[in-house]
């Protein structure tokens, strides 16, 4: 099911590639509508739940982002999805999520927005470092990285990936144009740059973000688990260390990121 699911990988023929280097992209499907006709049903299947589980609605909206992705990216007679593709996607909202969700628990605090954050300069570029943001992308158990590497894992990847080296990178690459460009092999580039996938995505899914996980310490969550789940669905068209690639190597610099100057 998945081999057909899913185009590209490890055991397809690279694409062509278009002017930078990346993918054609997938044939465009229907922009993900913000508005959720099941909202009624998906609160109360989350009330009904959260006293034996408060991650279920983390749990609950990854499954409608990743469905509603699935749709929006799917193309041609068959309805392939470019896996790189909706793994970066899932990857770049997941590491986006870590920053709002700090942003916004600020503001519901009565602390400035940006409390807590490092604020870093380059080449007209503000980016957003500090302690607060990597616990969702990098340290707590539920973080971003420890739901990838734990999913690659399972899936057959030896040891857990370092996560020095990535958050190196996107240290040294700040305000250069490398930074935020995935690091990965010939044939499995992504259509678009993670930066893309947020501005498009961010906004049309956070009512149904909102809708599950009122709680903002949820929003990482739910990008993270839908990504998880991403990786099960490709496991048959790449290696594990290459699905936890494509989730961290677009998480890590869209937690750092700020949209209005980029």
Known sequence: MFKKLFGGGSRTPAPSPRPGGRPPAPAPGPRPRSEHPGAAALADAIRRESANDPNVGAKIGAREVLQRLLTAMSHGPDRRVHAESLLTALGALAGYACQMSVRAQNLTL???????????????KRFFFGEAPNKFLFEDRFSVRSLAAGQATA?????EPNPHEVAKHVSETMGTPAFGVPRLPEGHRPAELPVVYVK??????????????????????????????AMDMAKATMPPDLLYALVMEAAAPMAKVDLDRY
């Open 200 to 229: 498009t995505l961010w906004p049309a899914f956070f009512p149904t973000v909102k809708m599950t996980c009122q709680n903002p310490e949820l929003w990482p969550l739910l990008y993270a688990v839908a990504a998880q789940q």
């Open 110 to 124: 009565g602390r400035p927005e940006f409390a807590g954050f490092i604020v870093a300069e380059a080449d007209g």
């Open 155 to 159: 899936l057959g990847l030896p040891e």
